[in-house]
């Protein structure tokens, strides 16, 4: 069993910048993809990015590139989500998720399809005011 939680979620002005993050607890393997989603009120959720978390490479959706940014601290087992240049349209609740990646290559590439995650966080959530 993994929990995951999300912290860092509030009120910001347009153009301000978020760091979420995502703590990882339980029992975690190597082959691991973690991702990032949200999902903004009467709309379906949205795959930001993902992380493998022992590979350590990254994936950003394209529309989201050039302001968002996923890290991590092995040590602490915790994902960040850097948001830079917020908008009004990035308002909504932020999830991460595992995706533990049991029986799959290990180079296998970090899916951003909810359906192949199976735990989730509660959710953090990010308004930005225009």
């Known amino acids: 069993q993994v929990q995951l939680v999300e912290s860092g979620g509030e009120p910001v002005q347009a153009g301000g910048s978020l760091r979420l993050s995502c703590k990882l607890s339980?029992?975690?393997?190597?082959?691991?993809?973690v991702g990032w989603f949200r999902q903004a009120p009467g709309k379906e959720r949205e795959g930001i990015g993902t992380i493998h978390t022992s590979r350590g490479d990254t994936y950003v959706h394209e529309s989201m590139r050039d302001r968002f940014t996923i890290s991590q601290n092995n040590t602490e087992n915790t994902v960040f989500l850097q948001m830079d240049s917020l908008k009004a349209e990035d308002t909504g609740m932020y999830y991460c998720?595992?995706?533990?990646?049991?029986?799959?290559?290990?180079?296998?590439?970090?899916?951003?399809?909810?359906?192949?995650?199976?735990?989730w966080g509660p959710g953090t959530q990010v308004t930005v005011s225009s």
């Open positions: 998720a595992l995706d533990p990646g049991r029986g799959r290559s290990y180079w296998r590439k970090c899916s951003m399809s909810p359906s192949a995650f199976d735990d």
């Open positions: 339980g029992f975690l393997n190597s082959n691991q993809c």
